[in-house]
């Protein structure tokens, strides 16, 4: 498992194939950080599909208005929704949309993004100063490569669940906590044995 830094500012997200870790930026982009966090905690984004997926691009989900695939789920509407909480200004910064990095999701209005995001399959220059980046898979992308391509897909994966670290069990002795208890075990010379 990955070594998680910043329980509050790391997100878990279930998918088929297995656990994808996102190292969230509130440096960079303290409002849509914050956004991702509140929509995790309350589990609106429990559920719902990967609506638009174009190979050597980009996966796209978070619609938690109309891409909840148990609740009246119609692939046709998911991806034209948002949460019911105001839409967020724009955060661009100079982190470049590379491959793992998460974008927001917007429509033409820069000031637009609410609750859809995207995770970038490769290096996607072009996006730079365009879409705000607030974090980063930092392990688990082998996960996000195996979902389901289309536009819509087919069959849709999704997120099955989407926890911040810092509320899953057993996440919040982090790794200063474990690297002690080593250390402990060194000096009192029973490691190992």
Not at 134 to 156: C, F, K, L, S
């Amino acid at each position: 498992m990955a070594e998680i830094k910043d329980p509050e500012n790391t997100i878990l997200m279930e998918l088929t194939g297995g656990t994808v870790t996102i190292e969230l930026l509130p440096d960079v982009a303290p409002q849509h950080t914050a956004r991702m966090k509140e929509l995790a905690r309350s589990g609106a984004y429990n559920n719902v599909a990967f609506h638009r997926v174009i190979d050597g691009f980009m996966a796209q989900t978070g619609d938690v208005a109309n891409g909840n695939m148990e609740k009246d789920f119609n692939i046709r509407m998911a991806g034209t929704g948002g949460s019911d909480m105001p839409d967020l200004p724009a955060e661009f910064s100079k982190l470049p949309h590379d491959r793992g990095s998460i974008g927001a999701a917007r429509s033409a209005n820069p000031n637009s993004a609410n609750s859809q995001f995207f995770i970038n399959f490769s290096d996607n220059a072009f996006l730079n100063g365009q879409y705000t980046v607030y974090g980063r898979v930092v392990e688990g992308m082998e996960h996000v490569d195996a979902i389901q391509r289309g536009e819509p897909p087919m069959n849709p994966d999704r997120m099955i669940s989407v926890m911040v670290a810092a509320d899953a069990g057993g996440a919040d002795a982090g790794p200063a906590e474990a690297s002690e208890a080593e250390a402990d075990a060194g000096a009192d010379g029973d490691a190992g044995e």
